[in-house]
């Protein structure tokens, strides 16, 4: 564990001396301050058209950055020596992995916090401040991207031998679970049986770390019918007792199963060569 | 005889269908400066590597202080300071975060970082970071790294590359000051001067097999006889 908080603290101090996580953090902050400008009742009334206008924004920025930036991180480890290095110390594969991830996860989510941060601050200051209740579920989406999207970033890192493939991977990913899958799940749906089509939606919908934030999120803030009659069964179980728990259990059998895999990978290639 | 800190048994490294290393197999022993000498492209780096467990073998074992690598990593890796000859610095952490970094995980007191890094003549330059440093620098950071928990085994993989004359002669002086505390020193070089002034034995190493285990001066002198008559006969 010591090994693992020490990587770790390396990860900040590397993260919040890169000049990428500053434009992230400006890009981010523009953003989030976009959240003043939306008429105040609109806030404070859940889900709405803007609400779901700006949930779209972060949904195309947060995955995109983070994926770049934790697959980076890891493949650069690979290309710069570092791991043959560290290979050589008396640490676990598994102590370096989860200590980069929790590095890189703690200077993610401080960006945003940042930028909500600022956003509350300021609408306070102008006599128009979010609501709260809003505010903190905006912030639980994009630590929940951030932190789903890590874990797939440490599988493309992982599997990336040099800055470029984790580039060019990273790109390919956020593009097909981002901009393609809506068009890539209509066409899939229509090829199967119609008994299928349910039980392939929620199987899907579990495999993507964005659908699954966005729909949680969505039915959270009241807007759970803009999905549709097929998302029936996801709504009631969101909003009954155990939605939260079950979503998040979800969430951590998604990022353990990336980790693990990661984990493998790197033992094996520490082993075998 | 002492027991060896360091064997290596008819190791051989098969990557992408070609054989790096074959059968090769070499012991070092406690205080002594051996020097693992060849041309490029010889194999030396990639049996530095499998000494250091940075790279699996694919047949043959590495043992030191009677840890295998395979069975015992972290007591294995506890007696082994490595110093890799392609290691970039990215990023922008100063020679001494960088340092810190390493101690940290070695469990090194925050005191030896300062005390290593004026060893290798870095003092000034500790707030510097490490990625704008000169080849030279670079190499000395990695020696600081190498000899910060004092193990008892160091291997250095062309630790003299990029070094000007005077601390090639500096670092001379630092291995001789570490075998004289007990440390065994193994290290990889296409510079004969430097094996000769430096190392006890010699293993000649050409084309991923070991050739000759010897004196430094008979194996130098046998590796080297080819190249001297070469160019004896072009003058």
Redesign the interface.
């Known amino acids: 564990m010591r090994?693992a908080a020490?990587?770790a603290?390396?990860e900040l101090?590397?993260g919040f001396?890169?000049p990428w996580a500053y434009s992230f953090m400006a890009l981010f902050c523009l953003f989030s301050l976009s959240l003043l400008l939306m008429p105040a009742d609109r806030l404070q009334e859940g889900y709405s058209a803007a609400a779901g206008s700006l949930l779209n924004l972060m949904l195309y920025l947060l995955p995109l950055m983070t994926l770049l930036i934790g697959s980076f991180s890891l493949a650069?480890e690979k290309?710069?020596?570092?791991w043959?290095?560290?290979?050589?110390?008396?640490?676990g594969t598994f102590a370096f992995l989860a200590g980069k991830m929790a590095g890189l996860a703690a200077v993610l989510i401080t960006v945003v916090a940042f930028g909500f941060g600022l956003t509350g601050v300021l609408g306070a200051l102008a006599g128009k401040a979010p609501d709260a209740g809003v505010l903190g579920m905006f912030f639980a989406f994009a630590a929940g991207l951030i932190l789903l999207f890590l874990a797939a970033a440490a599988v493309i890192g992982t599997l990336a031998e040099s800055r470029w493939q984790a580039l060019t991977v990273s790109v390919a990913v956020w593009f097909f679970l981002i901009i393609a899958w809506p068009t890539l799940l209509i066409a899939g749906l229509g090829l199967l049986p119609h008994p299928w089509i349910k039980p392939a939606l929620a199987a899907l919908t579990a495999v993507n770390p964005a659908e699954l934030v966005r729909l949680f999120v969505v039915v959270k803030l009241g807007g759970g019918s803009v999905f549709g009659p097929e998302y029936y069964a996801w709504m009631n179980w969101i909003r009954g007792a155990g939605g939260t728990a079950g979503f998040l259990a979800v969430c951590l059998v998604w990022i353990a199963a990336a980790l693990m895999f990661s984990h493998v990978m790197w033992e094996r290639r520490?082993?075998?060569? | 005889m002492a027991e060896p800190i360091l064997t290596v048994d008819r190791v051989t490294k098969i990557a992408g269908g070609r054989t790096l290393v074959r059968e090769a197999s070499f012991a070092a022993f406690p205080g002594e400066v051996v020097a693992l000498v060849g041309p490029n492209g010889a194999g030396k780096s990639t049996l530095i590597r499998m000494a250091v467990g940075a790279m699996p073998p694919t047949r043959g074992t590495v043992a030191v202080d009677g840890y295998e690598w395979r069975k015992h990593r972290k007591e294995f890796a506890r007696r082994i300071g490595y110093m890799p000859d392609d290691y970039r610095f990215g990023g922008r952490l100063s020679a001494r975060e960088t340092l810190a970094f390493w101690a940290n995980l070695r469990g090194v007191p925050r005191e030896r970082v300062d005390e290593a890094l004026s060893e290798v003549g870095l003092a000034e330059a500790a707030r510097t970071p490490a990625a704008a440093f000169s080849k030279g620098m670079r190499q000395r950071l990695l020696f600081a790294q190498a000899m910060l928990a004092r193990p008892p085994l160091l291997v250095l993989d062309e630790p003299t590359n990029g070094l000007d004359p005077l601390w090639q002669a500096e670092f001379v002086r630092l291995v001789r000051g570490l075998t004289r505390e007990g440390h065994t020193v193994v290290f990889s070089t296409h510079q004969p001067e430097v094996a000769e002034a430096l190392a006890d034995r010699v293993v000649l190493v050409n084309r991923g097999e070991v050739r000759e285990e010897a004196s430094a001066a008979e194996a130098l002198r046998a590796f080297f006889r080819p190249l001297a008559e070469g160019l004896k006969a072009m003058s």
């Open positions: 090994s020490h990587v603290a390396r101090r590397l001396r890169n650069s290309e710069e020596g570092s043959d290095l560290l290979a050589t110390y008396p640490m520490r082993t075998h060569g």
